[in-house]
């Protein structure tokens, strides 16, 4: 396959209307359209819609992946959920960007990695999309994953300050998981950034508690935001609802005011994280390389002391494999006679051996496939040049 490039679009907060299906079935007659969803794969030719644009009118996330290493995720809010300001101190670059269209905000994240390895697309949306929610109720999370993606792409300085740092970024969730496994998020960055998160201080909640806490909000806000529910709003609505009570409820729910690091003290953390943790895993390596050494001096040591009570009998086994005169049958006695010679190193008897084994090849000069393989493992070197010499 020369080429791949995956779209796909989910509508979340409205389905989208037979009108709206119809629009988007003329950019493309190969896609499959739902009432909440626009999905469509390419091996060869583009898309010739603008996903910015089908974003701004149509829908509430977007995931794009082709198999040169460019990925694209982008998520929709309503204003009233997401501050353009707030979103605008994370994503500052062209690796995340955030704008304000039709009374939303959009946010947009991409990675490119032309050594990456090829991947497909399908169902990794279904994987994300509930960050979506995660943002909505107040999580900021996912936006300072985005400011950590224009770090690792070198679109800000060292001197910059990191934006507000939320809680809870050593326990991402699911989907913050996903996202951050997706854009290829520098783990060691990921690692280093969360060092100084606070951990998210959450309160039990209850029906009832939620319930008089909704009871004693003024009455012409209740209002509104039952005319907001009644309008089709009502995901809108419990987001807000959610966040409010939240804040009220858990302590440490929401970003510092500031953060105190800059981009270039992440960058040495990471640095410095990627190196220890390459070190620990080259120590435990190397921990492993000596003990399997060790096992393998040992069962060899076992095999040596199991052949020096039988080593007559393994010369005559020798002998009757080089007799079979099958390739298979040398590569045996190979084996066993290279367990001989180790044998009689280890016991301080590598003359009896060595001539032993000359009297052996000398017997059999004439299968130039037995001595050649003789030759290759090193046996009877000695014996072999003693040979020479006399010829």
């Excluded at 080429?3 to 409205?14: P, V």
């Excluded at 960050?131 to 900021?140: H, I, M, T």
């Excluded at 003024?218 to 995901?235: D, I, M, T």
């Excluded at 729910?253 to 690091?261: E, F, L, V």
Aim: proline fraction near 3%; include cysteine.
């Amino acid at each position: 396959m020369s080429e791949y490039q995956y779209y796909e679009f989910l509508a979340i907060d409205h389905p989208l209307d037979e009108r709206q299906r119809a629009e988007l079935r003329a950019l493309s007659t190969r896609a499959r359209i739902t009432a909440t969803s626009f999905v469509n794969e390419y091996h060869w030719g583009d898309f010739r819609g603008n996903p910015d644009a089908l974003m701004e009118r149509y829908f509430d996330a977007f995931l794009y992946l082709a198999n040169w290493g460019t990925r694209r995720l982008m998520i929709r809010l309503p204003r009233g959920l997401l501050d353009l300001g707030v979103a605008e101190r994370y994503c500052t670059g062209d690796a995340a960007s955030a704008w304000a269209a039709d009374g939303h905000v959009i946010l947009s994240l991409s990675s490119e990695d032309e050594d990456e390895y090829w991947a497909e697309g399908e169902g990794r949306l279904a994987s994300i999309a509930l960050v979506r929610s995660e943002l909505a109720a107040g999580d900021l999370r996912l936006l300072y994953l985005a400011w950590l993606l224009s770090v690792q792409a070198e679109e800000v300085g060292d001197e910059e300050a990191e934006p507000p740092l939320p809680p809870g970024l050593r326990a991402l969730s699911a989907p913050l998981r996903a996202v951050a496994d997706f854009l290829r998020l520098d783990e060691d960055l990921l690692t280093a950034a969360a060092t100084a998160s606070a951990e998210v201080q959450t309160v039990a909640e209850s029906a009832g508690e939620l319930a008089r806490w909704i009871e004693d909000l003024p009455g012409a806000e209740k209002a509104a935001l039952l005319l907001q529910a009644a309008r089709g709003e009502g995901s809108q609505v419990q987001a807000v609802l959610q966040r409010r009570f939240r804040a009220e409820r858990s302590p440490g729910s929401t970003p510092s005011d500031a953060g105190t690091r800059t981009a270039g003290e992440l960058r040495d953390a990471a640095t410095a994280q990627r190196e220890e943790r390459e070190r620990v895993a080259a120590e435990r390596k190397a921990q492993e390389m000596a003990r399997q050494a060790r096992a393998v001096a040992a069962a060899r040591e076992q095999r040596l002391d199991a052949l020096a009570m039988r080593e007559e009998q393994a010369w005559q086994h020798v002998d009757s494999l080089i007799s079979s005169k099958k390739p298979r049958e040398y590569d045996a006695a190979v084996a066993v006679l290279l367990d001989l010679q180790a044998l009689a190193e280890r016991d301080g008897d590598g003359n009896a051996f060595s001539q032993r084994f000359r009297q052996l090849r000398e017997q059999h000069l004439r299968k130039p496939s037995l001595i050649q393989r003789f030759d290759s493992a090193g046996l009877g070197a000695e014996a072999q040049r003693s040979g020479m010499t006399r010829a």
